[in-house]
């Protein structure tokens, strides 16, 4: 309990996150077994991980910051740079591509007007290749927060991408 009054989370954690994190970190044998977890709620409230959030999450787990970078940069759904409000992972692995995943990419590409790696320039999307998202039979797919969208046709890409803008602007 000390040792939660002293973390601050400097606003990428609220208190409840906090104070959950600090007492199931007390109970593992291995706290770094918590790692995308913390990371994954500071991204949830910030956008992105930030360095000070690799630092709290290894003051919260009592783990040396490169411990805590290693996992955060293997991770491909962690993002260490500022992203668009909709990142969208475009699968990549093969039964996306031998189902139209390079022409799906391109679409998308086409679309925003933008490359892997980019942000459109309203800060909306950014578009990432991905390794398989788990979701085969759903082939060509994509995420976006957690939801996968698939089988998709490069006629369904536009639709996404205006309902997501209609999203955004409710
Ligand atoms: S290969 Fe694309 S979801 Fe598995």
């Given at each position: 309990m000390a040792q939660e009054e002293k973390i601050d989370s400097i606003g990428l954690l609220d208190e409840n996150e906090l104070a959950?994190?600090?007492?199931?970190?007390?109970?593992?044998?291995?706290p770094r077994e918590m790692v995308i977890d913390v990371l994954r709620a500071i991204q949830k409230n910030h956008g992105w991980v930030p360095d000070e959030g690799v630092e709290l999450t290894a003051t919260i787990l009592r783990l040396?910051?490169?411990?805590?970078?290693?996992?955060?940069?293997?991770?491909?759904?962690?993002?260490?740079?500022?992203?668009?409000?909709?990142?969208?992972?475009?699968?990549?692995?093969?039964?996306?591509?031998?189902n139209g995943g390079q022409e799906l990419a391109e679409q998308f590409k086409q679309q925003l007007g933008i490359e892997f790696g980019q942000t459109?320039?309203?800060g909306l999307f950014t578009l990432l290749p991905s390794c398989c998202l788990?979701?085969?039979?759903?082939?060509?797919?994509?995420?976006?927060?957690?939801?996968?969208y698939g089988p998709l046709s490069r006629e369904d890409v536009g639709e996404l991408i205006n309902r997501l803008r209609r999203e955004a602007s409710a």
């Open positions: 959950y994190f600090v007492a199931h970190a007390n109970e593992l044998e291995h040396e910051p490169i411990e805590v970078e290693e996992v955060a940069t293997f991770y491909d759904k962690i993002f260490r740079r500022p992203v668009g409000r909709y990142p969208i992972h475009v699968c990549d692995s093969i039964c996306c591509w031998s459109t320039e309203d788990g979701v085969c039979g759903c082939a060509p797919a994509v995420m976006i927060h957690q939801q996968h």
